[in-house]
Nanobody, 127 residues
Framework: QVQLVESGGGSVQAGGSLRLSCVAS????????MGWFRQAPGKEREGVAA???????YYADSAKGRFSISLDNTWTTVYLQMNSLKPEDTAMYYC?????????????????????WGQGTQVTVSS
C-alpha cells in the first residue's frame, strides 16, 4: 500500500512561482513512475508532468519551459517547480504513482493508468 501527500499549493500573482511537493510512503518498491495532474472546475483532468525513476521526464506543452519535475535523492519525494505562473494554471493539482504507463508518453492517459493518488493541493493564480 502506497500513500501520497501533496503540499505547497497556494495563491500567487501571475508571473510568480510555487513549488509543489509530494511525499510517498508505504511499500514503494513497485513504483517506477510519478506524475502531476491538474483539474480546474468544469474541465477535464490533464497531465502536467511525469518522471520515471530512471530519469525520463515528460511535460505538457503548456508546461514546457516553465515547470520542472524532479525526485529527491531518497526517491521518496517528487517536486513540481512552477515558474512564470499564469491564471490558466489555476487548478487542483494531484500527484499520482504507477508501476508503468501503457503509453510512451505517460501523460497521454490523463492519469487513467496511475493507481495511487494524493489528496490534491489547490493552486490559484490571479492577474
Amino acid at each position: 500500500q502506497v500513500q501520497l501527500v501533496e503540499s505547497g499549493g497556494g495563491s500567487v500573482q501571475a508571473g510568480g512561482s510555487l513549488r509543489l511537493s509530494c511525499v510517498a510512503s508505504g511499500d514503494i518498491s513497485r513504483i517506477n513512475l510519478m506524475g502531476w495532474f491538474r483539474q480546474a472546475p468544469g474541465k477535464e483532468r490533464e497531465g502536467v508532468a511525469a518522471i520515471y525513476t530512471g530519469g525520463s521526464e515528460y511535460y505538457a506543452d503548456s508546461a514546457k519551459g516553465r515547470f520542472s519535475i524532479s525526485l529527491d535523492n531518497t526517491w521518496t519525494t517528487v517536486y513540481l517547480q512552477m515558474n512564470s505562473l499564469k491564471p490558466e494554471d489555476t487548478a487542483m493539482y494531484y500527484c499520482a504513482a504507477a508501476e508503468y504507463s501503457y503509453y510512451r508518453d505517460p501523460l497521454y492517459s490523463k492519469g487513467a493508468d496511475f493507481g495511487v493518488w494524493g489528496q490534491g493541493t489547490q493552486v490559484t493564480v490571479s492577474s
